[in-house]
């Protein structure tokens, strides 16, 4: 065990000697026409180097008619106080170190009825932010969780809060689902001392999914409002105008000298600051995921690789086949396989396939005035935790809103089922902290054993997922009959069914982290210095051999250097 710590200790100090924050996140959101079960679902991946999660239940509460939540000052504002609602409801959520989300250091992911919240940053125009604004997004997502029993509520309470109170964020797009729909928020501010926000939202048609991935993806706006389908802040456009981004009269966009007469207006375009880099690293994610759910539709590489007049990518297609949790478990899971741009193959894949590129993602090479960028997949090395939600309109609330748990890299990670209405988490998902490994805190084990597969990601890698397929395969298994009992129990105990489920939820969370300590243990000592051990625990007389295709590599490049005389 000694040696493992030291092991431990090294990784620790390399993961904190490259400690930078990257927002980047990515989205899925599927209605209730396109899942199997009915489920309305969504995906989030929190993409945050150096980000260390911890789950926690923020329990339901009623306060009195005065009572308030302070906001503490900052150097470009006094401190502030919002109206607590007077009464709230049960989240699942996580809660982390200062230093990510300023003093707000919580975000709600599902309550107790099913509403479901995730988001992507996608920045928008700098000079849209507004310092002066008393509310940014994990306390807007948590505040709307706690006041609302459906999606649109939510997204009615989250305007209500940035109007009365200023958005001092970047631009965000914000996923929202109940038991019947699935909705797209995506708001920004308006500048240095200015009132309200600008927002938009849009409902994934019954029967689709959509994806955004740290670019604004609501696009053209209508001329007018449509609450059940579209609806959008009254200054929108008028903003837009007034800022010279957009001129109605001759449809000109930003500072182009171009008119097109037929240019719409679109938000995107207008205020999320797209570029070929973002579109590069952003777009190439929501192609990925729409070219795996509905392969039949042969969608472009263009528009993501930056192609001259491509069309963007549609707001929400249809999927080939109806998607299970585990269909959508697997579309997170992408490094772009099997298409020109697969991570695992090429010289930058080195020599055992590796999918992960190091940030940053721009770069330059000394003498080449060209700027480049790795590929940036959903599949990320510095995710913090990801969530697969399911909300069902056929289950009580407690039995059909669940949170599919995951932390690290979500390609080797494992989801576990948590239900809506438990009353305790899993210990080893609930502690510790980023700026100490312990075994007992599942994140650690999660991320050293990843880490670990990055050294031979094409031999250690199919260990883990080996283990995680196992384990996610029963879970499904089980899931029927769990909320069959569950279900039942509610009809005449309600205690005893949220007890139940607490401790199916709480057990199979401990479940997974021990299996991780034990993967850990089993992978460190089968690969050790360049050999694979036997299972009976020895080692064979030569190492494990490079791939073919690198060693000639290798001798493209030093011919000579390694021949062995005739």
């Not at 982390?96 to 003093?103: K, N, P, Q, S, Y």
């Not at 964020?169 to 308006?190: H, L, M, N, R």
């Not at 994806?211 to 696009?219: E, F, L, S, T, Y």
């Not at 597969?453 to 996610?472: F, G, M, W």
């Amino acid at each position: 065990m000694t040696i493992l710590r030291i092991l431990c200790f090294a990784v620790l100090l390399t993961i904190l000697s490259n400690f930078s924050t990257v927002t980047a996140c990515t989205n899925i959101l599927v209605s209730k026409g396109a899942s199997t079960d009915g489920s309305v679902a969504i995906t989030y991946t929190a993409d945050a180097a150096g980000f260390y999660p911890r789950l926690e239940i923020f329990p339901a509460a009623e306060y009195p008619a005065d009572a308030v939540i302070d906001i503490p000052a900052t150097k470009d504002r006094p401190a502030g106080k919002i109206k607590q609602a007077a009464k709230t409801y049960q989240i699942l959520g996580v809660v982390w170190d200062e230093g990510h989300g300023g003093f707000w250091t919580r975000q709600g992911c599902i309550n107790e009825f099913q509403v479901a919240i995730a988001e992507t940053t996608f920045g928008g125009r700098e000079e849209l932010v507004n310092p002066q604004g008393l509310i940014n997004y994990p306390m807007m997502i948590t505040l709307a969780l706690q006041r609302s029993k459906t999606a649109r509520e939510a997204i009615a309470v989250m305007i209500q809060l940035v109007e009365e109170h200023g958005y001092n964020d970047e631009g965000e797009s914000i996923s929202v689902a109940d038991k019947e729909e699935a909705w797209v928020f995506e708001i920004v501010g308006t500048g240095q001392h200015g009132k309200g926000a600008i927002w938009v939202a849009r409902k994934v048609p019954d029967g689709e999914i959509s994806v955004h991935a740290n670019q604004a993806r609501i696009g053209e706006i209508p001329e007018k409002n449509n609450p059940n389908e579209f609806f959008f802040s009254d200054n929108i456009k008028s903003f837009a105008v007034e800022k010279g981004w957009f001129d109605p009269a001759g449809n000109k966009i930003d500072n182009k000298t171009e008119k097109t007469e037929n240019k719409k207006f679109r938000f995107d375009e207008i205020y999320g600051a797209i570029d070929a880099k973002s579109k590069r690293v952003c777009e190439s994610r929501v192609w990925s995921i729409f070219r795996r759910a509905a392969p039949s539709q042969h969608f472009s590489s263009d528009y993501h690789r930056g192609v001259p007049n491509a069309e963007p990518y549609p707001w929400s297609i249809k999927p080939d086949k109806k998607l299970s949790t585990a269909d959508v478990m697997a579309l997170m899971r992408d490094h772009f396989d099997g298409t020109e741009f697969d991570m695992t193959q090429g010289i930058d894949a080195g020599e055992y396939g590796l999918p992960r590129r190091w940030r940053p993602l721009y770069w330059k090479v000394e003498g080449d005035d060209q700027e480049y960028s790795w590929e940036r997949p959903v599949s990320t090395q510095q995710t913090g935790f990801s969530i697969v939600t399911q909300s069902r309109s056929e289950l009580p609330d407690w039995v059909g809103g669940v949170l599919w748990y995951g932390v690290d890299d979500n390609y080797l990670s494992c989801y576990f089922p948590l239900y809506c209405g438990i009353t305790e988490i899993p210990p080893s998902f609930a502690a510790g902290s980023i700026r100490q490994f312990s075994w007992d805190n599942a994140w650690w084990v999660f991320n050293l054993t990843a880490n670990y597969a990055n050294l031979k990601y094409s031999r250690i890698a199919p260990e883990i997922i080996t283990v995680q397929k196992k384990l996610e395969t029963k879970f499904f298994a089980l899931q029927h009959a769990v909320e069959k009992t569950a279900t039942e129990l509610l009809k005449t105990d309600k205690k005893l069914a949220q007890q139940y489920l607490t401790d199916y939820s709480v057990s199979q969370a401990e479940l997974v982290a021990a299996r991780w300590k034990k993967l850990a243990v089993d992978i460190f000592t089968k690969f050790n210095d360049g050999y694979i051990r036997s299972d009976d625990g020895h080692y064979p007389k030569e190492g494990d051999p490079y791939p073919e295709n690198w060693l000639r590599r290798v001798l493209r490049e030093k011919p000579e250097q390694f021949k062995l005389p005739k």
